[in-house]
Nanobody, 117 residues
Framework: QVQLVESGGGLVQAGGSLTLSCAAS????????MGWYRQVSGKQRELVAG???????NYADFVKGRFTISRDNAKYTMYLQMNNLKPEDTGVYYC???????????WGQGTQVTVSS
C-alpha cells in the first residue's frame, strides 16, 4: 500500500521549534527524492525543502538557516526540524514523494503547524 503519513505538527510560540516526521512506504521512499511542501493562508502550496536519496538538500529562501530536512533510509522516514518559527510559517505541511519538479507523485494528508505571536 502506498502511503505517506505526517506527524509532529502543533501549536508553538514564535521563536519555538517543532519537528515533523513523515513515515513513507518503501516503494515511495527508496531511491527517490522526497520533500516538504506547505500551504499557508491565501497562498498556493510552496516547496519548503527537498532531499535526494543520497542526502543532498535544498531549501526555500524563506526557511534557510531555520529549517533542516533529513531522512533515515533504514526507517523510510523523513524529518523537518523547524527552529525559530515565525507566525508566517503557520500552515499545513505536506510530505511529498517521489519529489518531482513542481510537485510529487504522492502527498500525505498534511499536518497543521500554528505559530502564535
Amino acid at each position: 500500500q502506498v502511503q505517506l503519513v505526517e506527524s509532529g505538527g502543533g501549536l508553538v510560540q514564535a521563536g519555538g521549534s517543532l519537528t515533523l516526521s513523515c513515515a513513507a512506504s518503501a516503494s515511495i521512499f527508496r531511491r527517490n527524492a522526497m520533500g516538504w511542501y506547505r500551504q499557508v493562508s491565501g497562498k498556493q502550496r510552496e516547496l519548503v525543502a527537498g532531499i535526494s536519496s543520497g542526502g543532498s538538500k535544498n531549501y526555500a529562501d524563506f526557511v534557510k538557516g531555520r529549517f533542516t530536512i533529513s531522512r533515515d533510509n533504514a526507517k523510510y522516514t523523513m524529518y523537518l526540524q523547524m527552529n525559530n518559527l515565525k507566525p508566517e510559517d503557520t500552515g499545513v505541511y505536506y510530505c511529498v514523494g517521489p519529489l518531482r519538479p513542481g510537485g510529487g507523485d504522492y502527498w500525505g494528508q498534511g499536518t497543521q503547524v500554528t505559530v502564535s505571536s
